[in-house]
Structures are given as structure tokens and as C-alpha cells.
């Protein structure tokens, strides 16, 4: 059974840091892309970062470059999100996406791409 479990949200005030987790099981992690997306109430879910299953390549959405950076421990099947600078219009629940892929090149960006999906964790940025 595959399973991602988020978690590291909490409240935190404009400008701050938090650090995201997802940790992952039942599947072979090392040949998955992974990817952090973000839904506010009333909006679609967006795409905020991805990672190639080596970790060698990533994407960034414009509004969080430079200020978010994904990572992942192959050897942990863990994936992270580190925010930096936090505003508070990236108030939302973020969600980690796990999506197979045959070689390590750069992931799509699209969530209806990715089939495996964490629960969420909740981001509150305060102004």
C-alpha cells in the first residue's frame, strides 16, 4: 500500500521558515519523481517544486524560486520542502506527489500528472 505522509506545516508569521517533510512507503522511492503542490481554500491545487528521482534535477514555480529549495534521502524515501521568506498569500495546504518515472529527467509540473498523493499539511503565514 502506498502511502506519503506530510508533515513540518504549523503557523509562522510573514518572512519566516518552516521545513516540510514527506515520507514515503510502499513503493520503490528511488525511481519516483517527487513534487510539492499547494491548494488554497477556494482555489486550484498548484504546482510548488519537483525533484527527479535522482534528486538531479528540479523545478521551481516563478513565485517561490530562490526562496523554496526540494530535496530528497533516497536512502529514507523522505522528500522536503524548505520555505524561506514565507508571505502570507502561501497560506494553503501543501501535498506531496509521488509519480513513477522510467528515467531521471525533469518531472511534469501538472498535478493530474501525479497519481500518489500524501494527505496535506497545512501552512498558515501570517502577516
Known amino acids: 500500500q502506498v502511502q506519503l505522509a506530510e508533515s513540518g506545516g504549523g503557523l509562522v508569521q510573514a518572512g519566516g521558515s518552516l521545513r516540510l517533510s514527506c515520507a514515503v512507503s510502499g513503493l520503490a522511492f528511488s525511481t519516483y519523481a517527487m513534487g510539492w503542490f499547494r491548494q488554497a481554500p477556494g482555489k486550484e491545487r498548484e504546482f510548488v517544486a519537483v525533484?527527479?528521482?535522482?534528486?538531479?534535477?528540479?523545478m521551481y514555480a516563478d513565485s517561490v524560486k530562490g526562496r523554496f529549495t526540494i530535496s530528497r534521502d533516497n536512502a529514507n524515501n523522505m522528500v522536503y520542502l524548505r520555505m524561506n521568506s514565507l508571505k502570507p498569500e502561501e497560506t494553503a495546504v501543501y501535498y506531496c506527489?509521488?509519480?513513477?518515472?522510467?528515467?531521471?529527467?525533469?518531472?511534469?509540473?501538472?498535478?493530474?500528472?501525479?497519481?500518489?498523493w500524501g494527505q496535506g499539511t497545512q501552512v498558515a503565514v501570517s502577516s
Open positions: 525533484i527527479s528521482r535522482s534528486g538531479g534535477r528540479t
Open positions: 506527489a509521488a509519480l513513477y518515472q522510467s528515467g531521471d529527467y525533469y518531472p511534469p509540473t501538472r498535478p493530474s500528472e501525479y497519481y500518489n
